[in-house]
């Protein structure tokens, strides 16, 4: 980005929702033993904030570890600064995505994507195809050996009339989808300009 | 006074959705205490919080905003309120963001137009657990009650939505106790030292890092057996697929015989009000709530004086 020149925190701040917080972290690492899958990643928020801070603009948005965010909120309530942490990494992980630099295969941002479409064509959810599109991402015999696995849960489900075999063909759905589309064209549009995406 | 509200169901309570059997019990539970929920026409997903990576900002709380637009033209003056955790969440965040920020309203409002529609900022977004607390009192949630649910130990496990980043009034983070207190205003025995009560399922990460969330999932069932529990019981639908469904595949994975059920509040409430099983959703359940069917079918119900 040679608008920034160089300066990562500066792009951070104008083209990452709540980005403009990440200078106010104070490196306690309370984020750090209050995440669930702290296990899991290599970089705490707390890491991340200095590594944005430091100018390390490929190690940041090619990490795994914003995309391993729960959305439990625990960083959130217990940051003595009070800032929007979980709201950051999805800041981060979106911004990451829109370079295309985010890590292809990483489960959850597929996942990401594959909701943010199934909800959106229709307006509302379609639980079955969602399940199959995870399912099914990795190819059909892959898609199959899972879905054999899972048939417990399935089975489950379908005795407890919590799954719909024909939401396939008759889904739930939103009247206005038209609107819906339209309004969310315009929406894409208006945060491309303010994000600086369309030069 | 019915007390009225714009209801905001979402995606996980449509017919044969994976939290149906909640809108059942909310059904039951509101029929009893005379509370109105007219569902806002046409309503759409709220995005959830793991649509991140598609939806970006804006779109996201166009998406919410669509909902309160709808509720001010034809529920006007209503509050909105959700039964779903993630739902009440979205909707919280986009009011708050909207009302803080007059730029963004009217990025919002010029996304709208495209749907012939415009939000003039009214909403107040609630969640069911809200409307019980404040709107109706844990005074008016016991009268109702002809089967007290006694001897039954229940897990109050809530979560992470409904307690952060918002969380109810008056609550604490780290251990609050309005669960608890509905679970003993009906009659049941609440678990008070269950330590897994705000912990993380794993949320939408159960579908994309099963294993990691299981493991949550794992713990989270295994403290209310030490704790001696019969069932948890949680106000979050996602909390309640995740916890429930995947027992089986914990016990595939590891050898173990977890089979604990797992229960909303508003089938307590239903159950102690003198639903039947059906009518309290309690026939949508992978793992049966044996004492909870037990009393709805069984238990003479006590006479009101």
């Not at chain 2, 059942?24 to 995005?47: A, F």
């Not at chain 2, 007059?102 to 137009?113: F, M, P, Y």
């Not at chain 2, 579908?207 to 949680?234: C, L, N, R, W």
């Amino acid at each position: 980005m040679s608008d920034y020149a160089g300066d990562f925190l500066r792009e951070v701040e104008a083209r990452v929702e709540e980005g403009e917080w990440v200078k106010m972290c104070m490196q306690c690492g309370v984020c750090a033993g209050s995440c669930p899958f702290g296990e899991h990643w290599e970089h705490s928020p707390q890491k991340i904030f200095m590594m944005i801070r430091a100018g390390k603009r490929e190690e940041v948005l090619t990490s795994d570890s914003m995309w391993m965010c729960t959305s439990c909120y625990n960083c959130v309530v217990r940051c003595p600064r009070e800032l929007p942490i979980t709201q950051i990494m999805h800041g981060l992980a979106t911004y990451a995505e829109r370079l295309g630099l985010a890590p292809k295969m990483q489960p959850t941002r597929r996942f990401s994507l594959v909701f943010w479409n199934n909800c959106t064509k229709t307006g509302r959810v379609n639980e079955l195809k969602l399940v199959m599109q995870v399912y099914f991402r990795n190819g059909f015999i892959a898609g199959l050996k899972e879905a054999w696995n899972m048939r417990r849960v399935g089975l489950g489900l379908l005795l407890a009339k919590r799954m719909n075999p024909f939401e396939l063909f008759l889904p739930h759905r939103c009247k206005d989808q038209k609107g819906i589309q339209a309004m969310l064209k315009k929406a894409y549009e208006i945060e491309d300009r303010k994000r600086g995406f369309d030069s | 006074m019915k007390k009225e509200y714009a209801f905001y169901p979402g995606c996980s309570s449509q017919l044969r959705g994976s939290a149906s059997n909640y809108l059942t019990s909310v059904n039951s539970m509101c029929e009893t205490l005379d509370i109105k929920m007219t569902p806002i026409p046409d309503w759409n997903c709220c995005g959830a919080s793991i649509s991140y990576a598609g939806s970006g900002e804006l779109a996201r709380h166009v998406m919410n905003a669509r909902n309160f637009a709808l509720a001010e033209t034809h529920l006007p003056g209503q509050d909105v309120v959700a039964t779903c955790a993630a739902c009440w969440l979205g909707a919280k965040e986009t009011q708050e963001k909207l009302d803080a920020s007059s730029q963004l309203l009217a990025e919002t409002n010029e996304a709208l137009k495209q749907a012939g529609l415009k939000y003039e900022a009214k909403a107040q977004v609630r969640h069911m657990v809200e409307v019980l607390i404040e709107d109706i009192g844990y005074e008016s949630i016991a009268k109702p009650v002809v089967k007290p649910l006694e001897g039954v130990k229940f897990a109050g496990y809530v979560g992470c939505q409904t307690n952060r980043p918002f969380g109810i009034a008056g609550e604490s983070f780290e251990n609050p106790m309005y669960l608890d207190k509905m679970v003993e205003t009906v009659g049941g025995e609440p678990l008070t030292k269950y330590e897994q009560k705000v912990s993380c399922c794993g949320g939408a990460l159960a579908f994309s890092e099963p294993d990691k969330s299981q493991k949550q999932i794992k713990q989270i069932v295994e403290s209310a057996y030490d704790h001696g529990a019969d069932m948890i019981v949680t106000p979050c639908p996602l909390c309640q697929a995740n916890v429930e469904i995947y027992q089986s595949e914990i016990n595939r994975k590891h050898g173990t015989k977890l089979a604990m059920p797992v229960a909303y509040y508003s089938q307590l409430l239903a159950v102690a009000y003198g639903a039947t099983p059906k009518q309290a959703g309690l026939d949508g359940h992978v793992i049966q709530p044996k004492k909870l069917q037990d009393i709805a079918i069984k238990v003479v119900p006590l006479k009101k004086a």
